[in-house]
């Protein structure tokens, strides 16, 4: 990756964040490591986590209002949205309009039509619109990708992803009100393992999709001992489990596999790609093929040490203040979230629904 030392900014890099709670300091904790990089401004309606972050990363300027934020801060150059999913396209949209590279927690928005809304933004602008799908910046994911990139795999047929919880409904934030988030681990767990596994892929189309949705446990007060007990039942009006497959232009099928709550042996976060000549175990990094006349289990001896996190923002800074390449581009989001809702549109007909 370039090094902060070969940019010719002699200012800092400015970025404000939307959104100062557990995903927001995560940023911040990775933007703190790199030279040439100030947080300079948050903004949330909660002083107590702009306390928070003024304590633990020395953010000076903070906000009530985002908006008020970016028009006292016109010097910054970046935002992080990292408020809810309800929140991401409209403060993405206005900090765009306000001159402003964007990164947006994943899922990128509530639904297509609101992503293609921030795709336009980021046109009509001429800024940088990057979806923080930290995932695909694993180093096993990488691995894969250059091997299907490379036609190790050949044709891919088939791709499995699992991002499946036997007990896991937060019991903080909002992730059980629909209103506010979306749905349920479809759209906030699910997106992820769906987004790697589509990226690993080699982002295909998709063209159709067909799915199901089951609430059975969420919306009723439990005493199962678990790690997250005590959610708010009396407003979770999410999905518990919910599974789809996708058909792609390049005849390849994926299914996708998300729950917070599914009576399985245990938590299971996981991609299997099966191709003609070649498969993958994401999880373990582990290629299946043939070689002279015998099957045979690869494991790669080393496939680096950059962490995933590191990656993700210093990709984030570099593509804003260097013009280095979008690895996470918008136009990938949109394609995820036209997937997703596909999915619980399937599930609300009961068949299999086109994707434009």
């Not at 570099?318 to 996470?328: F, Q």
Request: glycine fraction near 10%; proline fraction near 3%; charge should be neutral.
């Amino acid at each position: 990756m370039t090094s902060p030392a070969s940019s010719t900014n002699k200012r800092p890099f400015r970025v404000g964040f939307i959104g100062s709670g557990g995903i927001a300091r995560s940023h911040m904790k990775e933007l703190k490591k790199h030279e040439g990089v100030e947080i300079a401004a948050a903004a949330d309606l909660s002083e107590k986590m702009l306390a928070t972050v003024r304590e633990q990363f020395g953010v000076s300027k903070t906000y009530g209002d985002y908006k008020q934020m970016l028009k006292e801060e016109p010097d910054l150059d970046a935002i992080s949205v990292c408020t809810p999913n309800g929140l991401h396209a409209e403060n993405a949209i206005y900090a765009l309009e306000a001159g402003k590279h964007v990164l947006v927690e994943k899922p990128m928005a509530m639904n297509a039509k609101q992503g293609q809304m921030m795709l336009d933004a980021a046109k009509k602008s001429g800024k940088q619109l990057i979806i923080a799908f930290q995932h695909r910046f694993e180093n096993k994911s990488r691995f894969i990708k250059k091997q299907v990139d490379d036609g190790v795999f050949g044709k891919i047929m088939y791709v499995r992803a699992q991002a499946l919880r036997r007990r896991g409904i937060p019991n903080w934030g909002v992730f059980g009100r629909k209103e506010l988030q979306g749905g349920g681990p479809l759209i906030d767990i699910g997106v992820h393992i769906l987004e790697t596994a589509h990226y690993m892929m080699g982002s295909p189309k998709p063209i159709s999709a067909s799915g199901n949705t089951w609430t059975f446990m969420g919306n009723k007060p439990s005493d199962v001992e678990s790690n997250w007990k005590g959610w708010d039942h009396k407003t979770y009006n999410v999905e518990d489990m919910a599974v789809g497959q996708i058909r792609f232009d390049t005849g390849a099928i994926l299914t996708l596999e998300a729950s917070f709550v599914a009576h399985i042996e245990k938590d299971v976060w996981n991609v299997n790609i099966m191709g003609e000549k070649a498969g993958a175990n994401w999880e373990s990094s582990q290629l299946f093929t043939d070689l002279n006349g015998y099957m045979v289990n690869a494991v790669p001896q080393f496939i680096g040490k950059q962490e995933m996190w590191d990656y993700k923002m210093r990709h984030f800074v570099e593509v804003c203040r260097d013009n280095r390449k979008n690895e996470s581009p918008g136009e990938h989001g949109l394609m995820v979230q036209k997937m997703l809702d596909a999915i619980y549109l399937s599930a609300e007909k009961g068949k299999e629904v086109a994707i434009d």
